[in-house]
């Protein structure tokens, strides 16, 4: 049973997160990376730098720049840090520590150092069980959480007891949940549907237009499908099966794809303008999962030998210097 929640990562998911478990009642501790941001949300409760116009209610947070003391006191940690810094926080927290508690993902992408899942990596480094795992997905982009649009949350987890209280735990007016054993194709689906989304965007940078789009959208959930219906049990040799009908998949690769919350879409559309990945990443202030994303499953494409023909493309432009222009007139021929 969840006794004590803390929340790892304070970008605009993980504020948005805040929010959902803080209006449900729960009292949390949110570890902080700076002492400042920290005094603000305990002065002021909400985050001067994400999603700023979220008000906490007074006295739910404790917010704390020690994670060793957060893991001390929390049996439940949500973490949200993008995963290209999730190994700088991985690292502060020992295998003995990471055993003990129960761990909800936030993260929708693989870790660059090992190109692994989240649970994978804490299972095979650290022992950890996967039953005390559960991953968020679906398509739930934090500023609609932020305006309390209604969104729709799954939660993936071998342990079905766990993976239903999680489920609980973030229900409310505002979001619906769900709950399945999916635990690895659904993570793998948010993968690849932001190396996608990067796509989509250089697609309308490219001037490409909506009749295009769809077709690519169409393609790359193709693609998605290929890798993890026919290539599954070669990444991942478990008795699990993807479960493609949840809107994890399709759902989560359309709102990334098309919305202008997206920031992998917002990333793709500054690199198909003719910025540089440096700047596309220092205008935006924020990380695009799927840039990570592309470099890491370029490498498990190639371990398996899967094709993954739109990925590796995205991936050959943001990594190896193709054209933007180039690359998707070879999409173009693929698409036709």
Known sequence: MIKTIGIVGNGSFGTA??????????????WLRNEATAKYI??????????????FRPGSIEPTTD???????????????PSAYAMQVLQQVSGEQWRKLHVISAIKGIIPETRQLLCDYLHEEHGFSLDQYVAITGPCHAEEVAAERLSYLTFSGLNQDFASEVAGL????????????????????AVLKNIYAIGAGMAHALDYG????????????????HFLNDHFHKIHPSNEVPDFHT???????????????????????????????????LEMNMVAEGYYASRGMQTIAKQFQIELPIANMIYLILWEGLSAQVGFKDIEAKLS
């Open 17 to 30: 997160i805040t929010k959902v478990l803080t209006d449900n009642g729960n009292d949390v501790y949110w």
């Open 42 to 55: 305990r002065e002021r409760n909400h985050n001067s730098q994400y999603l700023q116009s979220v008000s």
């Open 67 to 81: 994670i060793h003391r957060l893991v001390s006191v929390c049996d439940t940690i949500v973490f949200a840090v």
């Open 170 to 189: 973030f229900q409310n007016e505002y979001i619906r949940t769900s709950f399945n054993h999916d635990i690895w194709g659904a993570q793998y689906a």
């Open 210 to 225: 909506d009749n295009f789009l769809s077709v690519f959208i169409t393609a790359c959930y193709r693609e998605l499908w």
């Open 247 to 281: 809107s994890a998949y399709l759902g989560d690769l359309l709102v990334t794809g098309y919305s202008l919350h997206s920031r992998n879409r917002a990333f793709g559309s500054m690199i198909g303008k003719g910025y540089s990945v440096k700047s596309a990443t």
